[in-house]
């Protein structure tokens, strides 16, 4: 019986072999297995020769290799372009590579740097070689933020891999101030919104002018929930000012539960009720 098993398994072993013999036949002969294409088609958001020296190795000699290490090629680049990225198969040896360009949601400054954020929570620095050769990227007309260096770390360091960070930023709550900012009447004077500590709590100063001449400023809590009514009531306030802006003025919401706020003008400050 033990002679009966060893001459199965000679058996097995032996076509075994000859079905690997012939699929390498077939192989060298026909190249079944090879890479055929990668359609990239004219919108990727990358040049194509990024595509092709980012696949995992062996992929042309052996297609599907492709298809098990997707993951692991789409952070190859994802890691290092502003590009987000879709791998599918196509046919026997095809596949299609889709690469579009990330969001871009508003400029961070941080760090004496200045950073693109995107929708999608992930940033890079603005002079990132990489961003300059993706294709596609549109910049959004909106006022910078400024995340002071006493707040919580904005990137995830812990994760980074390769030039393109993961944002730890409070993203819901960020886009809350821009939404919101959006439907204040003086919005167009507004140059950024510095997010800071002050007292202990985290406030939102907003900065009206430029980068040069600041010419106004608000200072309001992190919560966007009450900014309107704040805008309305200093604008009652203050009806000879040019679309309610605060211009020369230093408004503090902060202590606006209590129902006061503090203006101050020209080194003079007043307490509103």
Known sequence: MARDRRRRWKGYVLVISILCGSFYFAEMRYEFF????????????????????SLPRGTERFWLSLAFGAG????????????????????WGKYRVAVSPL????????????????TDGRMWP?????????????????????????????????EQ??????????????????????????????????????????????LLGSE????GEVVVKDDASDWLSLAAALKNRYPGLPGGAPHGLSVNF????DMTFTVSERRNAITEQ
């Open 161 to 206: 891999v390769g030039d393109i960070y993961q944002s730890s930023l409070p993203m819901a709550k960020i886009a809350r101030w821009y939404e919101t900012i959006d439907r204040i009447s003086w919005k167009k004077d507004i140059y950024c919104l510095f997010a800071k500590k002050a007292e202990g709590r985290q406030v939102v100063q907003i």
């Open 72 to 91: 692991s090629f789409e952070r190859k680049i994802t890691n290092y372009y502003p590009v987000s990225m879709k791998v599918e198969i196509t046919g």
């Open 34 to 53: 090879r890479l055929r294409d990668i359609e990239t088609g004219q919108g990727n958001a990358i040049p194509e020769e990024v595509i092709w020296q």
């Open 103 to 118: 969001e871009i949601f508003l400029r961070v400054s941080w760090n004496s740097k200045y950073w693109w954020l995107s």
């Open 254 to 257: 902060t202590s606006y539960s």
């Open 212 to 215: 040069d001449r600041i010419t």
């Open 126 to 158: 603005t002079d990132l070689p990489a961003g300059a050769i993706a294709r596609g990227l549109v910049y959004p007309n909106r006022p910078t933020l400024t995340w002071d260096s006493q707040l919580p770390l904005p990137i995830d360091l812990d």
